[in-house]
Nanobody, 123 residues
Framework: QVQLVESGGGLVQAGGSLRLSCAASGRIFSSYAMGWFRQAPGKEREFVAA????????AHVDSLKDRFKISKDTAKNTVYLQMNSLKPEDTAVYYC????????????????WGQGTQVTVSS
């Protein structure tokens, strides 16, 4: 079993930055992907970024890769999402996920999910 706890969300003005954290407990296999997804009101949960726990492989959705960056600290069992130049359209609940996936963006492949952290960007 893996437990994921997100933190770092909040209210920020447009143009600001936030860093989300996802603390993982339990057994994280090197083959696992650790990902960030987000869900805005009335929309489907969408892929943001992910990385492979055991190596340097990472991916970001094209529309966000210039502003968002995923990273990890394996000693702390924590994954981060640095979000810069935030826009009102980035407002969503951000979720951390983990699991053995066939592709980083394959939402349904992820086995474990956190409870989510709210990010609100005001204009």
């Amino acid at each position: 079993q893996v437990q994921l706890v997100e933190s770092g969300g909040g209210l920020v003005q447009a143009g600001g930055s936030l860093r989300l954290s996802c603390a993982a407990s339990g057994r994280i296999f090197s083959s696992y992907a650790m990902g960030w997804f987000r869900q805005a009101p009335g929309k489907e949960r969408e892929f943001v970024a992910a990385l492979k726990w055991g190596d340097r492989t990472a991916a970001h959705v094209d529309s966000l890769k210039d502003r968002f960056k995923i990273s990890k600290d394996t000693a702390k069992n924590t994954v981060y999402l640095q979000m810069n130049s935030l826009k009102p359209e980035d407002t969503a609940v951000y979720y951390c996920a983990a699991g053995q996936v066939a592709g980083f963006a394959r939402r349904d492949d992820y086995d474990y999910w956190g409870q989510g952290t709210q990010v609100t960007v005001s204009s």
